[in-house]
């Protein structure tokens, strides 16, 4: 069962967004803040990684750069997830090293189409 | 006071203070669609889908209208006038459906113990979040504050700020009903790229 780390402030949408991935069977981690989410990537080396950018302590930017530059995490695939949907923030996300961007509102099926295109293959 | 003479960083301002106004009324809406869908998963043959499709069409109408109305293309400078129209568009343009919002989750609140487990604990957070923006149309001055913030944060130099709170107090006089409940739908109040 895949375990994906959600990096989320807002209380309601890790709520809400941490039950419909496990209804998809996927297990979920949960932290509130970059700094948090960095320390939990380390620990954890979940498959996937969730990462709101708009966040306290260290910023989903940040993070992505700490998590890449490190040996520890730097394969982890990450999705950006952000409700600024301005032009460049695609760019933006992907230069701090993120492997994919998504806008809220979350649309789930295309947000799954991303996830399944990220984690490992199940070795045949 | 214009910010002409400032380009190109009055580009960035208004990029910067756009797109906070945009975060920060996206993000209830956020919670307001993603609690809508999950009780429609969770509750597949439930008698109160017809009215949380209702709640999910306005959610979808709210970021509809905010992607129309706080489009940075369609703004040509962030001067004081402009600000304050675009923070009046915002209100009128996003009340309706926040109202809709709103006024369907009481609705099937009302329905208390006949509502499936965990449903009422669900349409209290949608309740929460459209309150939320509601609070936000009805503070202008406040949303507007704290996106002049992010706007002296990116540019600390330039002093967009002030002008970009005077302009939200204007937008916030009493005379434009700031302080009002939202109110039902108008055909005016929909957003139009050549307004």
């Known amino acids: 069962m895949p375990r994906i780390l959600l990096v989320e402030d807002n209380e309601m949408n890790r709520d809400m967004l941490s039950r419909r991935l496990e209804r998809r069977g996927f297990t979920i981690l949960i932290a509130v803040d970059g700094a948090q989410g960095v320390a939990m990537a380390r620990a954890e080396a979940p498959e996937l990684i969730l990462l709101d950018m708009s966040l306290p302590v260290l910023d989903g930017w940040e993070a992505a750069r700490q998590l890449k530059a490190d040996p520890r995490t730097q394969g982890i695939p990450i999705i950006a997830l952000t409700a600024h949907a301005m032009a460049g923030d695609r760019e933006k996300a992907l230069e701090a090293g993120c492997d994919d961007y998504d806008t809220k509102p979350i649309e789930l099926p295309r947000l799954l189409e991303k996830i399944g295109a990220l984690l490992p293959k199940p070795a045949s | ?195």
């Open chain 2, 1 to 195: 006071m214009s910010l002409r003479a400032a380009a190109p960083d009055a580009q960035r301002a208004k990029q910067a203070f756009l797109s906070h106004v945009r975060h920060e009324l996206r993000t209830p809406v956020n919670a307001v669609l993603g609690y809508s869908e999950l009780m429609l998963e969770e509750h597949p043959g439930a008698g109160f889908r017809d009215e949380l499709s209702r709640i999910q069409a306005a959610g979808r109408e709210v970021v509809e209208r905010i992607g129309l109305l706080l489009d940075a293309s369609d703004v040509e400078a962030l001067d004081a006038a402009r600000v304050s129209a675009i923070l009046r568009r915002v209100r009128r343009g996003l009340r309706a459906p926040t109202a809709a919002v709103i006024g369907g989750t009481r609705r099937l609140l009302e329905q208390g113990e006949r509502l499936p487990e965990g449903v009422r604990e669900d349409l209290a957070k949608v309740l929460a979040a459209a309150g939320r923006l509601a609070a936000l149309l009805a503070d202008l001055v406040s949303l507007a504050r704290a996106a002049a913030v992010q706007v002296d944060s990116l540019l600390p130099d330039a002093r967009y700020g002030p002008l970009v709170e005077a302009a939200a107090a204007a937008a916030g006089e009493p005379r434009d009903s700031a302080r009002s409940t939202p109110r039902p739908a108008r055909d005016e109040d929909a957003p139009k790229r050549d307004a």
